[in-house]
């Protein structure tokens, strides 16, 4: 009943802004449909994420952050995750080498699995990966960031938000690069690109690149932290084909692969729980567009992706042994079509996905043993419609969606787990979603949202019964619903560009229900019940000011800030209600960037991370303790020698601070890296 009511609200703020139309089509001229004009606007002020098609940013009622190509170079970043937290304000578990996960707008970041509450995309589709540091960033050109839900777009994962990477397409003249790298901990890095037009109809990009950190690193007290080396691999291709002035064809591939990446364990164990992985992914897409008409606009798309680690315990006292390995596949396809009118848009698709996980456990003398989880599938057919609205001379912008989802959860008979009995489980559900924004001034405006969103559960938990490693058994929920939220936000943005001004603030309140929890029966029987709730309330800014621009200087002076506080991040389990763990109430990232457009460039960067609840597990009784608060503050340099040659500098952890975004897990203290790049 408590989720009939709560879509019903939604739908009623649907019904509500459906009658608009009527109103404003009759207040203004009515051109005749035609294909969207190409507006001269820079890349940075296109979103694709908020609507799944193409718009300004500055009439989206979302709040979506743009992460350019810029700022990316002038980040100390090693992975997608380094980015995100770096200017986005989200929350984060990092581990040292290879392993890392974010969350938005107080949901507790994950890390790996399938099923997590931030979606992420690259190029609009599932990106295939359960681990952030396995996305290569070399090929990235911009980075997107929607915050709030977008269930009624995407479908499950999309509750807190969606992080979408959008990689380079290369134009004209083909251009090249070359970049060498050496830095602290005995860190050497190779990357070289090439991209651009090998005929009139014909692109291309190639990226490549090698990142080798051969030694330990040193923590901000000054102590080494053993087995923390690591050596990764990226590579990416992209071939684009231009039938006409209104169709294309890109094909997309990416590669990541990950060796001996140490992982120290917990610090409180020294060097007697040591261990390693291999990590590889591999993913891609073919993607057919264009337009059928002067005002239908067609995308269709398909996709594959795998990821598969290998986990090798060198614990003190034993002889090394692989342990652990699991195979994660993703296949899909997504047909979106849009129909443009006057100066509204109408966008219809329909996305298919298929996850399948397989995982296989191994003793110390190599023979095979039962893996702890089950063998599993997922899949999902998703519908969905939006529509982007404009009135009044584009004064009020609304936007409308809705999506069903139809789920089927499966566990499958899994090779030596003899005390399993798989099972499967359907479900379907209908997410609608809403927003408003209204431009005061041309400076000034208003914007609002409200959206539901679900997050699916997993294979495990709704089917399948098997007996753990210390005899308890547990039972999955056929009857198991997914996890539902209710969020609305509402803000206010100042745009003033010849000032060089950008700001905003927005509040906003979640509401979770049917969180799913591990819960006993009996002592020796558990099952998953849909008993946790949870609130969350806080706001979050963004503000920006180029001093250059305001005072009509050659150079680029930019002050910058953005953050998320919580007034409220807590759930309710069975047990009692508790803070939202590894989520911190302030998040703030800030600073001052420089750029005189001939020879130098630069930027510091500071980010504090407020108060924050974790478990102690290695204290009787795993009590709930409070992380110690930081701030880490960057600095990157660039000069550019020639207009072929550019150097620079980047210092990571300026200050050498003792930190880390894990319990346990100190990260690295000042580390230098210096990089020469040659373009041709």
Request: with cysteine; charged share 25%; glycine share 8%.
């Amino acid at each position: 009943m408590k989720h009939f009511s709560r879509t019903m609200v939604v739908c009623a703020a649907v019904t509500q802004l459906m009658a608009l139309p009527v109103i404003g089509l009759a207040g203004q001229d009515q051109a005749p449909a035609q294909k969207p004009a190409k507006k001269a606007l820079k890349l940075e002020d296109i979103v694709v994420t908020a609507t799944r098609t193409p718009e300004e940013k500055k009439d989206l009622p979302q709040v979506v952050e743009v992460i350019t190509t810029k700022d990316i170079k002038e980040t100390v970043a090693t992975d997608l995750t380094d980015i995100l937290k770096e200017t986005s304000s989200v929350d984060v578990i990092q581990y040292p080498g290879a392993l890392s996960g974010i969350s938005i707008r107080g949901f507790r970041p994950e890390y790996s699995g399938t099923t997590k509450h931030t979606l992420l995309l690259i190029d609009g589709r599932p990106a295939g990966a359960t681990n952030l540091a396995t996305i290569p960033l070399d090929n990235i050109q911009r980075i997107e960031v929607l915050k709030g839900p977008a269930s009624a777009l995407y479908g499950s994962e999309a509750m807190g938000g969606v992080v979408n990477v959008i990689t380079k397409k290369s134009r004209g003249k083909i251009k090249s690069h070359l970049t060498l790298g050496y830095g602290s901990f005995s860190t050497w890095q190779v990357k070289a690109a090439s991209g651009g037009n090998l005929t009139r109809k014909l692109d291309f990009d190639l990226d490549a690149s090698t990142d080798n950190q051969n030694g330990d690193l040193r923590m901000g007290n000054g102590d080494k932290r053993d087995h923390t080396a690591f050596k990764k691999r990226y590579g990416s291709a992209r071939l684009g084909y231009a039938f006409n002035q209104d169709w294309r064809m890109d094909v997309h591939g990416d590669w990541f692969a990950g060796r001996d990446i140490e992982d120290p364990g917990d610090i409180f164990y020294g060097t007697t729980q040591q261990s390693s992985k291999d990590i590889n992914r591999y993913g891609g897409d073919a993607r057919l567009s264009g337009f059928a008409g002067e005002n239908n606009e067609i995308n269709l798309t398909f996709y594959q992706s795998r990821e598969d680690s290998e986990y090798h315990k060198e614990y003190s006292g034993i002889v090394p042994y692989k342990s652990y390995e699991s195979t994660t596949d993703w296949i899909g396809a997504q047909l979106q079509d849009t129909y443009y009118f006057s100066v509204h848009s109408l966008t219809f698709g329909i996305d298919y996905e298929r996850i399948k996980v397989k995982s296989q456990s191994y003793n110390p003398d190599a023979s095979r043993r039962a893996p702890y989880m089950p063998d599993n599938e997922h899949k999902t057919t998703g519908i969905f419609t939006q529509a982007m609205l404009k009135f009044f001379n584009n004064r009020l912008i609304a936007t409308m969606g809705a999506r069903y989802d139809a789920i089927t959860l499966e566990t499958k008979a899994t090779p030596y787990k003899t005390d399993f009995t798989p099972g499967s489980a359907d479900f379907s559900t209908f997410n609608p979603s809403a927003g408003l924004k209204f431009f005061l001034t041309p400076q000034w405006q208003l914007h609002t949202t409200i959206g539901t969103a679900f997050v699916t559960p997993k294979p495990e938990e709704v089917a399948g019964h098997w007996v753990n490693w210390w005899g308890g058994t547990t039972q999955g929920n056929p009857n198991l619903d997914p996890e539902k939220s209710l969020t609305w936000d509402g803000g206010i943005s100042f745009d003033k560009k010849e000032w060089g001004l950008t700001a905003d603030l927005t509040y906003f309140h979640t509401k979770v229900d049917d969180k799913i929890e591990k819960v006993a029966v009996t002592s020796t029987l558990s099952t998953f019940e849909n008993t946790q709730e949870a609130k969350i309330q806080g706001l979050e800014g963004q503000f920006s000011l180029d001093i250059g621009r305001l005072a009509d200087w050659h150079s680029s002076l930019r002050l910058f800030a953005n953050f998320t506080k919580l007034f409220k991040d807590e759930e309710t389990l069975s047990t009692g209600p508790r803070d939202i763990h590894n989520v911190a109430d302030l998040k703030i990232n800030y600073g001052l960037g420089y750029d005189d457009g001939h020879f130098f460039s630069g930027r510091v960067t500071a980010r504090y991370v407020g108060h924050m609840k974790d478990t102690d597990w290695n204290a009787a009784g795993y009590p709930e303790i409070e992380c110690p608060t930081y701030t880490v503050v960057d600095l990157v340099t660039n000069f550019k020698l020639t207009s072929h040659q550019t150097l620079s500098l980047k210092v990571g952890n300026l200050f050498d601070k003792y930190y880390y975004e894990k319990k346990g897990f100190p990260l690295a203290g000042r580390s230098f890296l210096a990089t020469y790049t040659f373009k041709f």
